[in-house]
């Protein structure tokens, strides 16, 4: 599953926002993100304005890299769940499956229990949905790209002009 390229379609894309607004909601955060674990934003909830999305979305990736790695010198697959925890925000961080990570960033209005617990079903459901989706995937062969027949002659005359 970890190869599989993730393709999004709309009927998932709505329950996943609609899971993802939940838990905002349930776990009383301040925002959550769904990334890809290659660092691309998947969807998100809750007060983002003033966060760089793009960033966040890397460093989690990043974040969980580095964590695999620590995994691995201790002799385990890795760590599914990680917790930093700041003077005013928190962030809880799990992997769903192998491809795609949860955030959740909350402060003091909510704890971490809460939103442990919020996430744990959060989860099972996401799990659920990816899972539908690499199905999708695996089913459906990929249709060439339009651009395959472009040769880097066509190209560079394209530009020579």
Known sequence: MADTTLIMYEAEFKQINEIIQRLNREANSKFVFLVDRNGQ??????????????????????????TGGLAKILGEKEFSVLFHEGERDNIHISLIGDRVILVVVFDNRSSLGLVRLRVKKATDELLNIFNRLFQKVEKEPLTESPFAEITDEDIDSLFSE
């Open 41 to 66: 934003l998947i969807s998100s909830a809750g007060d983002t304005q003033n966060i760089d999305t793009t960033s966040l979305a890397s460093l989690t990736a990043g974040n969980i890299a580095a």
